[in-house]
C-alpha cells in the first residue's frame, strides 16, 4: 500500500503537514478532503518528491520512494503541468516515454486515451488552444498513459463539463477495479461521496477524520427525514414535536432534521394520524454537511 506516515513540514512560520498519516491500498479509491490551506496539496507532492517533508515517511509497498518507483505512479497536479505549445498528441507520447514506455508503446496508448477522452479530433491542437475543460482531460491522460499502480490526483474534476466529469469518474472506478490504488483531493463532495467508498478529511496539516463514508455518515447523531402525504393532512403535525428542525415545509409534506433522542417509530405514528403517508425516509446527512461540522470543530 501506499503509506504517509506521520508527516511534517513548515513553511517558515506555517504549518502545513503536523503529523499527517493515512494510507491508500491497491484497488481502493479514497478522496482526500480538506479546505483550502489544509495540506492536501503537501502531502501528495511528498509523494512525488516535490516536498521534502521536514519529518515522517512515504513508502509503497513497504519500502521507501525511489525515483524509479516514482516514475511508475501517475500523478495530476491542480496546476498544469504540461506545455501549453506543444500539440496534444506528441505531448502524451512524450510523457509516456518520460514514463517508460518504447515510442509504439506510448504511441498506441496515447491514441486509446485520446478516444477515451473524446480527444481523438485534437491531437494536432496545441494545449494552449484547448478548453479548460479538455487540458484537463489531457492532464489527466498524461497521469493514465503508463498504467500505474498508484494514481494521485489533485482536483481531477475541477471545471469539467458533466459529460467529462461523467467520463473522468468511469475511468477511475476502472482504475480502481484494476488494482490501481487512486488517491484524489475534490471540493465536489457529492462527487466524492459518490465514488469513494473511503474518506479522509485533513485540516491544518492534520487528519481529523478517516474511514468509510457509509460509517462515517451513520455515526452522524442526525437524520433527515422526508415525509410526503397522498392527498390532504394535518398541517400542523410538527408543532409539537421535540427535538426536530423543520427544513422544509412543503405543499405535499416536509422535511425534517431529527436527532438521536427521537424514537423513529413514535414518529412514524404521529406522521400517519396527519395524513396519509405515502413516503416516510430517514436517511443519514450528506458528507458535505458532516465535512463542514468537522472542520469548524
Same mark, same amino acid.
Given at each position: #500500500?501506499l503509506?504517509?506516515?506521520?508527516? $511534517?513540514?513548515? /513553511?517558515?512560520?506555517?504549518?502545513?503537514?503536523?503529523?499527517?498519516?493515512f $494510507? @491508500?491500498?491497491?484497488?481502493? #479509491?479514497?478522496? /482526500?478532503?480538506?479546505?483550502?490551506?489544509?495540506?492536501?496539496?503537501?502531502?501528495?507532492?511528498? +509523494?512525488?518528491?516535490?516536498?521534502?517533508?521536514?519529518?515522517?515517511?512515504?513508502?509503497?509497498?513497504?519500502?521507501?520512494?525511489?525515483?524509479? =518507483?516514482?516514475?511508475?505512479?501517475?500523478? #495530476?497536479?491542480?496546476?498544469?503541468?504540461?506545455?501549453?505549445? #506543444?500539440? @496534444?498528441?506528441?505531448?502524451? +507520447?512524450? &510523457?509516456?516515454?518520460?514514463?517508460?514506455?518504447? %515510442?509504439?508503446?506510448?504511441?498506441?496508448?496515447?491514441?486509446?486515451?485520446?478516444?477515451? &477522452?473524446?480527444?481523438?479530433?485534437?491531437?494536432?491542437?496545441? =494545449?494552449?488552444?484547448?478548453?479548460?475543460?479538455?487540458?484537463?482531460?489531457?492532464q489527466?491522460?498524461?497521469?493514465?498513459?503508463?498504467?500505474?499502480p498508484?494514481?494521485?490526483?489533485?482536483?481531477?474534476?475541477?471545471?469539467?463539463?458533466?459529460?467529462?466529469a461523467?467520463?473522468?469518474?468511469?475511468?477511475?472506478?476502472?482504475?480502481?477495479?484494476?488494482?490501481?490504488?487512486?488517491?484524489?483531493s475534490?471540493h465536489?463532495?457529492?462527487v466524492?461521496?459518490?465514488l469513494? $467508498?473511503? +474518506?479522509v478529511i485533513?485540516?491544518?496539516?492534520?487528519?481529523?477524520?478517516?474511514?468509510?463514508?457509509n460509517?462515517?455518515r451513520?455515526?452522524?447523531? %442526525?437524520?433527515?427525514?422526508?415525509? @410526503?402525504?397522498?392527498?390532504? &393532512?394535518?398541517?400542523?403535525?410538527?408543532?409539537?414535536?421535540?427535538?426536530i428542525? @423543520?427544513?422544509?415545509?412543503?405543499?405535499?409534506g416536509a422535511?425534517?432534521?431529527?436527532?438521536?433522542r427521537?424514537? =423513529?417509530?413514535?414518529?412514524?405514528?404521529?406522521?400517519? %394520524?396527519?395524513?396519509?403517508?405515502?413516503? &416516510?425516509v430517514?436517511?443519514?446527512p450528506p458528507?458535505? $454537511?458532516i465535512?463542514?461540522e468537522?472542520?469548524?470543530?
Amino acid at each position: #500500500m501506499l503509506l504517509l506516515d506521520a508527516l $511534517e513540514k513548515r /513553511f517558515g512560520d506555517v504549518v502545513a503537514l503536523d503529523g499527517c498519516s493515512f $494510507e @491508500v491500498a491497491p484497488g481502493q #479509491m479514497l478522496g /482526500f478532503l480538506g479546505p483550502n490551506g489544509a495540506g492536501k496539496t503537501t502531502a501528495m507532492r511528498s +509523494v512525488f518528491g516535490l516536498v521534502r517533508p521536514d519529518g515522517g515517511t512515504v513508502t509503497w509497498q513497504g519500502h521507501p520512494l525511489s525515483q524509479a =518507483v516514482r516514475r511508475t505512479f501517475g500523478y #495530476m497536479p491542480e496546476e498544469r503541468g504540461l506545455y501549453p505549445k #506543444m500539440p @496534444v498528441r506528441q505531448q502524451v +507520447v512524450y &510523457f509516456g516515454r518520460i514514463h517508460g514506455l518504447e %515510442r509504439g508503446e506510448a504511441e498506441a496508448a496515447a491514441d486509446v486515451w485520446l478516444e477515451v &477522452f473524446d480527444l481523438a479530433d485534437r491531437t494536432d491542437a496545441k =494545449v494552449e488552444d484547448l478548453s479548460h475543460g479538455n487540458q484537463q482531460r489531457v492532464q489527466l491522460i498524461v497521469a493514465l498513459i503508463h498504467d500505474p499502480p498508484v494514481l494521485v490526483l489533485d482536483e481531477p474534476f475541477s471545471g469539467l463539463d458533466p459529460i467529462a466529469a461523467h467520463t473522468m469518474a468511469g475511468v477511475l472506478r476502472d482504475r480502481a477495479a484494476s488494482g490501481s490504488a487512486v488517491l484524489f483531493s475534490s471540493h465536489q463532495l457529492d462527487v466524492v461521496e459518490g465514488l469513494c $467508498e473511503d +474518506v479522509v478529511i485533513i485540516n491544518d496539516g492534520k487528519v481529523i477524520l478517516s474511514g468509510r463514508v457509509n460509517h462515517i455518515r451513520a455515526e452522524s447523531p %442526525r437524520r433527515y427525514l422526508d415525509v @410526503v402525504f397522498d392527498g390532504p &393532512f394535518d398541517h400542523r403535525w410538527t408543532s409539537n414535536l421535540d427535538h426536530i428542525d @423543520v427544513v422544509d415545509d412543503r405543499t405535499d409534506g416536509a422535511r425534517l432534521l431529527i436527532d438521536d433522542r427521537v424514537d =423513529v417509530a413514535v414518529l412514524a405514528a404521529t406522521t400517519a %394520524r396527519a395524513g396519509t403517508v405515502a413516503q &416516510f425516509v430517514v436517511e443519514p446527512p450528506p458528507l458535505s $454537511e458532516i465535512f463542514r461540522e468537522v472542520v469548524a470543530s
